[in-house]
């Protein structure tokens, strides 16, 4: 009876442990894509989130201004910072700049732009997202209040009406964040 020695299959023992490293390696691989397209998805989940609750939070401060007939309120709204409007900034708020310098400032982060007078977010998890313009990956909205500008073009009295009928948030420019 011959007997079966180590070596006769050491071979095929690092054949097989090979293969099971590449096969975990490549499941990983497909478990951190999944992980990270996920952590995207939610990322422009909160950041849309945010901006619901801003806009909310103008429809309210627009019924306060036309309950109390107050124009001079209406006015600063129209040039306030859109986190004002809520009860509590977001955890993710760098805060106001009036000349931001990109290089500077984390991701994933709102600030708001003095000078433009812009909300900004930047984006963090943007394998998906296409840059601005300008190339950069962030998403810009802006007060507008059509009305109030023009009566204050015309050089008028203004109104509540100017006020109540066109102050709204909105996008500076569209962004493109598309998952596959």
Avoid at 44 to 62: C, D, Y
Avoid at 137 to 159: C, G, H, T
Wanted: charged share 25%; net charge negative; with cysteine.
């Amino acid at each position: 009876m011959r007997s079966c020695s180590y070596r006769q299959y050491g071979g095929s023992k690092l054949f097989e442990f090979v293969w099971v490293i590449l096969l975990v390696g490549g499941l990983s691989m497909v478990a951190l894509d999944y992980m990270l397209h996920y952590i995207e998805v939610a990322e422009k989940g909160a950041m849309e989130n945010t901006v619901i609750n801003m806009q909310s939070a103008l429809r309210l401060r627009l019924a306060e201004v036309l309950i109390h007939d107050d124009v001079n309120e209406a006015v600063r709204l129209a040039q306030d910072n859109p986190i004002n409007w809520l009860q509590e900034a977001p955890p993710n708020y760098a805060g106001e700049f009036n000349t931001p310098q990109f290089d500077s400032l984390p991701l994933g982060k709102w600030y708001y732009d003095r000078k433009n007078l812009e909300l900004v977010y930047l984006v963090d998890s943007g394998r998906e997202f296409t840059p601005d313009k300008e190339g950069f990956k962030r998403v810009r909205w802006r007060i507008n209040s059509p009305f109030l500008s023009k009566a204050i073009k015309e050089n008028r009295q203004l109104s509540v009406n100017d006020a109540v009928g066109g102050i709204s948030l909105v996008l500076v420019e569209p962004y493109k964040w598309e998952f596959k």
